[in-house]
């Protein structure tokens, strides 16, 4: 058995090298960050080393803060002392990267008739900084900058340091979970959808370099939301190029606007192709089988009156579901095109999921939630662990649509889609697992000055939006009624019923609590909270679970809007890490 005594000196002596050395890292890597003026070609380097940065900092400040919290707790163990050793033998791969690196500032300065360092390598000057509090010295190295700046045109060298420290932050994830490891990619995600975005063509370079495949993605969305959004200005030409995600970049001149769109008669019906506001349709699109998703507004006067700027919203949209949607987790189908029915009836053509049977129909969330009507059949209540899972894809899927700058705008259980089980044999039974989120008609980019249209109202449809969206007074969407709308679909999916349903209470299965409110009532949410129906979810869906439903059903989103009012990329910032905290993170933490 390990001597305590000497369990608890030897890991004192670890931590103490290893916050040191992480330190004088992070003083490294803002050296390098704070040269300016440095030449176009390296902007996509210097745009990796400030990812990488960024990663590093996410993870010292909750792996290393959470292990040494441990440390001073002492909660020793051998576990203990083996993944600070791990951890010390990384930074010190990451210190000699940079004193690799350094060697090369001295040799270049050396050719400009710069003074050498002497003895003292580029980690003394650095280690002095990360001792430092207030780093008065930091600005005091004109010849080292002199150096840096020098070496920063020499983009094979950069570019070998870049990968290394991309390598070495891998290493460093590995030793945390998979849960942490998702937390820390949204944050990362959100630290760069929220920062700069006349950025955003460096960043995506620099993520395809480094194979940071959610990051490119959201950048190549964000590239085609702000170029849309660009269009629409009075200064900017007819038509903008505009490489869709996942492209190889290479394309040249504009993109016309037809390259998503597809025609009546380019598709086999295999119904009646007619639409209404929640009609879907079944088609043969070349040799696969698709499902055209039709929607139309409540006011098409701006579609009329602006025919190009809503096809340019259609194209855009098309473009950013027609990518590769994994690495983002969004539980979304794969587009292949768009269709127009009629000046107000748009539809989006998408793939059936992998697995699914030529032709199959899906079930949707309101269709199975209306099963659970008939009386005493608590065998259709589905385990809780798939109404997780399936919560779960949800949050992930709304969080990342946000993410990216778009706002869905009509998210309920009509507009929730499975398929069965490819292992379900006869009975058909939907994977709660894989739901995949439809209606985007209506869906906007979340910009400034953008027209938000208004879908269909229905009694049932509009249960599911925020107050402040409905009625005569309606205010214009913002990103939190949509986590409201989500709000809702949690509480039925928790408790497994519809919110509209108000059968004979001798019929009500007790063990799920029918909801305080009749059809006539237009505060539904607002009275299920103030009654208490949410609170009691704890003994049903336990405490982490009732709690992230309560937060997107409070007003908590809305304010925090509202306060940050004029800034559209704080309000963003803000907004995500709220969602991340309050409902994705709580629910990613939910088994059964």
């Not at 942490?180 to 700069?196: A, G, I, K, P």
């Not at 079930?363 to 939630?369: E, K, P, Q």
């Not at 889609?417 to 995949?436: H, M, V």
Request: glycine share 6%; net charge neutral.
């Amino acid at each position: 058995m390990t001597d305590p005594v000497s369990l608890t000196f030897g890991i004192a002596g670890i931590v103490g090298s290893v916050i040191q050395t992480y330190n004088a890292v992070m003083s490294a890597y803002e050296l390098y960050l704070e040269v300016k003026d440095v030449p176009s070609e390296y902007e996509d380097l210097r745009m990796g080393l400030l990812l990488e940065h960024q990663r590093l900092e996410l993870w010292g400040s909750h792996v290393l803060a959470e292990y040494y919290d441990e440390q001073k707790r002492h909660r020793l163990s051998q576990k203990h002392i083996n993944t600070w050793r791990t951890m010390e033998w990384i930074f010190s791969r990451i210190r000699e990267a940079f004193i690799e690196n350094n060697q090369i500032l001295d040799d270049y300065g050396q050719q400009l008739g710069l003074p050498a360092q002497g003895d003292s390598s580029v980690f003394d000057l650095i280690g002095r900084l990360s001792l430092s509090a207030k780093s008065p010295a930091k600005h005091g190295f004109s010849n080292y900058t002199k150096r840096m700046k020098f070496v920063l045109t020499k983009q094979k060298k950069m570019r070998d340091l870049v990968m290394q420290l991309s390598y070495w932050n891998n290493g460093l994830d590995q030793l945390t979970s998979r849960l942490d490891q998702d937390s820390s990619r949204r944050r990362l995600r959100t630290f760069f959808s929220t920062s700069n975005t006349t950025q955003l063509r460096h960043l995506e370079a620099a993520a395809d370099l480094l194979e940071h495949r959610d990051i490119q993605l959201m950048a190549a969305a964000r590239i085609v939301i702000e170029q849309g959004y660009l269009s629409e200005q009075p200064d900017c030409p007819p038509e903008v190029e505009i490489i869709p995600p996942g492209s190889d970049g290479q394309r040249t001149g504009t993109a016309p606007l037809s390259d998503y769109r597809l025609e009546m008669d380019q598709l086999q019906w295999q119904e009646k192709p007619y639409a209404t506001d929640q009609i879907r349709a079944m088609a043969r699109f070349g040799e696969e089988s698709v499902i055209v998703d039709w929607r139309c507004c409540q006011d098409d006067s701006w579609r009329r009156t602006h025919p190009k700027a809503f096809r340019r919203r259609t194209e855009n949209l098309t473009r950013i579901l027609n990518s590769d949607l994994k690495p983002l987790s969004l539980s979304i189908l794969h587009c292949v095109g768009y269709l127009n029915q009629s000046q107000n009836v748009t539809g989006y053509a998408f793939r059936l999921p992998s697995g699914a049977q030529p032709g199959q129909k899906p079930v949707t969330l309101y269709d199975l939630l209306k099963r659970i009507e008939r009386p005493n059949q608590p065998k259709n209540i589905p385990d809780l662990g798939e109404r997780f899972e399936l919560a779960k894809a949800l949050v992930t899927t709304v969080f990342n649509i946000h993410n990216i700058g778009w706002v869905h705008k009509n998210i309920q259980p009509k507009n929730i889609l499975f398929w069965p089980k490819t292992d379900a044999g006869e009975r058909d039974e939907p994977d709660l697992s894989k739901p995949y989120l439809m209606g985007f008609d209506i869906s906007r980019p979340n910009q400034p000055g953008e027209v938000s249209e208004k879908p269909l109202s229905h009694f049932e449809d509009d249960l599911y939006r925020h107050p402040h969206y409905k009625g005569l007074y309606a205010r214009s969407f913002q990103p939190s009624f949509d986590i409201y709308s989500v709000g809702v679909i949690l509480y039925e999916i928790g408790m497994w019923r519809n919110v509209a349903y108000q059968g004979p209470s001798k019929s009500n299965n007790p063990r799920r609590p029918s909801l305080p409110t009749h059809n006539s009532d237009p505060q539904l949410v607002e009275r299920m909270v103030e009654h208490g129906t949410i609170m009691a979810m704890k003994q049903y869906t336990g405490a982490r679970y009732r709690d992230a439903v309560k937060s997107c059903l409070s007003r908590d989103f809305d304010n925090l809007w509202e306060m940050e009012a004029g800034d559209q990329q704080r309000q963003l910032q803000a907004y995500l890490e709220l969602f991340q905290n309050m409902v994705v993170d709580k629910l990613a933490v939910c088994n059964a």
